[in-house]
């Protein structure tokens, strides 16, 4: 006897042996114990999830004498003729193949004739492949079959079906299987068929398999005839392992090793979508992921590596390049392109890599301590005095930037400048006192140590603390109290504390909790401390504009009224403004 392939072999002969349908095996094995069949079912699912196997089973159990609760027997005359492919009673037809007006007659032609059993019935698999006409042909005797006839339909894409048949039938969708039962079954067909294959093993069969129990006991069968699995080329591992890493070398040699050894670059970008869709997944939850646990703790540790935007990012690169190789010439280089864009995000301006860049350096920057601020923040503080005009302000050493060309300070208008770029005096403070020169030692340039002022001096004003809070306090602030603080500004304070407006109350409730940093950097910079208080912007006092300086005085009753002249037309006292003025043409 030939041998007989798995998924044949296992084919399921009772509602009891269909894995995974328990919605739909309980509603046909109900309907027909209580007689309420109905004339046409359309069963729809993905690929070897039993759709055609319930069609026979149904068939044998309306034409089973011995049937018990709705079950078929499985060993009288008729279930065993249903089983082998011969009986009268069922019709199968492949609509792939047979999907013109011609076979649609002949099906209905024949569909009054007599059957030796009770029921007759036609199964008409991949449904959807049907012409419109033949569609529009089966549809009459669809609605109204002979009283003996019922017809299943099966398709996996039952959004093709025409509408007019979908309302006149029982819609069942078939669902993949969940991974724990699939292993389950499949261990179970392993023993029974007597095949000596490890438990790691049948856990990669039905990852392959994809829910599908076809595609399982197909891979099994093969897994079986070769005695194991081919571990020589590198597995999807090792290429996310590459993106997390970001290196592109290792990348590239992994393709080539599984290129080489005869993969298609289009299933290894498939299998790396796959793996970067688990690694999403476990971001959420660990029980999304249908996997054991020492592979669920490393896939774990790579989406923490990746980060949750560099796999999306991934993701949408690889399902994107997946798209575009159906069309390429050579798949295996758009493969190549994607890895090392993904590997290498300055070269790629988009974005999603931008994001991705950004939520690697806020990663980077949460773990170091608020000491490790950028080079602006361990600047020396400037001193509480500042100079009485701009025009006193000391020259800068070379490299550095000037306090006329640094960035605007957040919150606030700096004092040299008023709106619209306008000079604007700067308020006139206490002359700087002269800091002790620090010692020096032999080798070593002199340098001068800030002078620390007194706790007792002045609070300084609202423009120094403007000026200083954007270019050096925001600096030196942790990711945490800087990401609150920015949108808020500086205002006129009282009662000897800085008051800083915040948008609103529950803003200001947030920056609460990290003022005392805050108001530490600002001690740090001016050398004394700086009590904050925070306020939000409706109780943020309203500063008059000042009005512009008069240029000269005015008196009204000196005034005089113009005298009484000749002209009479706007030509005129054009003329008369534009000394010199000519008319060419009026």
């Known amino acids: 006897m030939a041998y007989q392939s798995l998924y044949r072999r296992y084919r399921s002969q009772r509602w009891s042996e269909l894995k995974g349908q328990d919605h739909v095996s309980q509603t046909l094995r109900n309907a027909v114990r209580d007689g309420r069949v109905s004339h046409a079912y359309l069963f729809s699912g993905p690929r070897g999830t039993g759709k055609t196997s319930s069609a026979r089973i149904l068939a044998k159990a309306l034409n089973c004498p011995n049937q018990v609760d ?29 999907r013109g007006v011609d076979a649609m007659r002949d099906l209905v032609s024949r569909a009054a004739l007599g059957t030796p059993g009770r029921w007759k019935v036609y199964i008409v698999d991949e449904v959807h492949m049907l012409t419109t006409e033949a569609s529009n042909m089966l549809l009459k005797t669809l609605e109204e079959p002979p009283a003996h006839v019922i017809f299943v339909l099966a398709t996996t894409e039952p959004q093709k079906v025409l509408p007019t048949i979908r309302s006149r039938t029982q819609h069942f969708e078939f669902r993949l299987l969940p991974l724990e039962l699939l292993v389950e079954h499949l261990k179970w067909v392993a023993a029974d068929a007597g095949l000596d294959i490890p438990a790691e093993v049948i856990q990669l069969v039905a990852r392959r398999g994809k829910g599908s129990v076809r595609d399982a006991l197909s891979v099994l069968d093969q897994v079986a005839a070769a005695g194991g699995i081919d571990h020589q080329a590198p597995s999807v591992g090792e290429l996310v392992e590459a993106l997390c890493e970001r290196d592109a070398g290792r990348a590239m040699a992994a393709v080539a090793e599984r290129c080489g050894a005869g993969h298609d670059p289009r299933q290894v970008a498939t299998d790396v979508l796959e793996r970067l869709r688990q690694a999403l997944l476990v971001t959420v939850s660990r029980s999304l ?4 646990d020492e592979e669920v703790d490393a896939v774990e540790a790579e989406a923490h590596r990746l980060g949750r935007a560099g796999t999306v990012r991934a993701m949408e690169l690889l399902g994107q390049a997946l798209v575009d190789m159906r069309e390429a010439p050579d798949p295996r280089v758009l493969l190549e392109v994607a890895l090392v864009r993904l590997c290498r995000p300055e070269l790629d301006t988009s974005p999603e890599a931008m994001l991705d860049r950004i939520e690697r350096l806020e990663r980077a920057l949460a773990g170091r301590p608020p000491s490790a601020a950028p080079a602006a923040a361990a600047a020396p503080p400037a001193t509480a005095a500042m100079p009485a005009s701009p025009s ?38 206490a002359p700087a006192a002269p800091a002790a020169p620090a010692p020096t030692t032999t080798g070593s340039p002199p340098q001068q140590a800030p002078a620390a002022a007194s706790p007792h001096s002045p609070l300084p004003t609202r423009d120094e603390l403007t000026l200083a809070w954007g270019d050096k306090v925001v600096a030196s602030l942790s990711p945490r109290a800087r990401s609150r603080f920015l949108v808020g500004r500086f205002v006129d304070g009282a009662d000897g504390t800085a008051a800083f407006a915040l948008p609103n109350g529950i803003h200001r409730d947030r920056c609460e909790e990290v003022r005392v940093e805050v108001e530490k950097a600002l001690g740090a910079h001016f050398g004394r401390p700086v009590p904050l208080r ?42 008369q403004a534009f000394e010199g003025a000519t008319v060419v043409e009026e």
């Open 70 to 98: 709705g079950e078929p027997c499985g060993v009288c005359d008729s279930c065993v003729g249903i089983t082998e492919g011969r009986s009268l009673d069922v019709v199968e037809l492949d609509a792939a193949s047979n």
């Open 289 to 292: 992921v249908g996997l054991p």
């Open 534 to 575: 925070l306020v939000t912007e409706e109780q943020a006092p309203v500063v008059a504009a000042a009005p512009p300086p008069d240029d000269e005085s005015i008196d009204l009753d000196d005034l005089q009224d113009a005298p009484a002249s000749e002209l009479r037309s706007p030509v005129d006292h054009v003329l």
């Open 392 to 429: 006193a302000v000391p020259a800068q050493p070379a490299g550095t930037t000037p306090a006329s060309g640094a960035r605007l300070a957040l919150g606030g208008v700096r004092a040299g400048a008023g709106r619209g770029g306008s000079p604007r005096p700067a308020p006139a403070r």
